[in-house]
């Protein structure tokens, strides 16, 4: 890839939208107090100070500066990845640095906040989905892109 860091800008965007989401969430929200709108998704504020699902968050603020380590372990990683590239996989490209933005912006809140905001919150009836914001998002998005690409290639080797 001629120029692989300019994919970077789609990282900070992320990190400008997810900020900027969950400081409009934190100011406007009541914690835990749901806002629905719609029968099956609410704007709910909770603080996480564990990992996606909660995990590890009831443990006594170890678990904070263990996760913050792995972020940047994963974006100094994903970031060295991105900058070995070949011009023609854009996909890849864009699933690493939805990765790395999303990692960076949860980084933000576990290092300024002791954990991180959520605010998305799904369910049907009863039975709710853990909430997220769009860090979590964009990790997600960038990790089934990440998927598609690794079948896409098994697929192109048996051809």
Known sequence: MSRPLR???LSALVI?????TKALASAMLV?????ELLPFFNLTL????GAAFSF????????????????????IGLTVWLTRLK???????AALALIIGGALGNLYDRLMLGYVVD???FHWQA????????????????????IFESLRDVRRQKN
């Open 16 to 20: 400008v939208l997810d900020l900027g």
């Open 127 to 146: 039975y709710y989905f853990p909430a997220f914001n769009l860090a979590d998002t964009a990790i997600t998005l960038g990790a089934i892109a990440l």
């Open 119 to 121: 605010f998305l919150s």
């Open 46 to 49: 909770l603080h996480n100070t």
């Open 31 to 35: 914690y835990g107090q749901p806002v």
């Open 87 to 93: 011009a023609h996989e854009t996909l890849l490209a």
């Open 7 to 9: 994919w970077l800008w």
């Open 56 to 75: 590890l968050a009831g443990h006594d603020g170890w678990q904070r500066w263990f996760f913050a380590l792995i972020a940047i372990g994963a974006s």
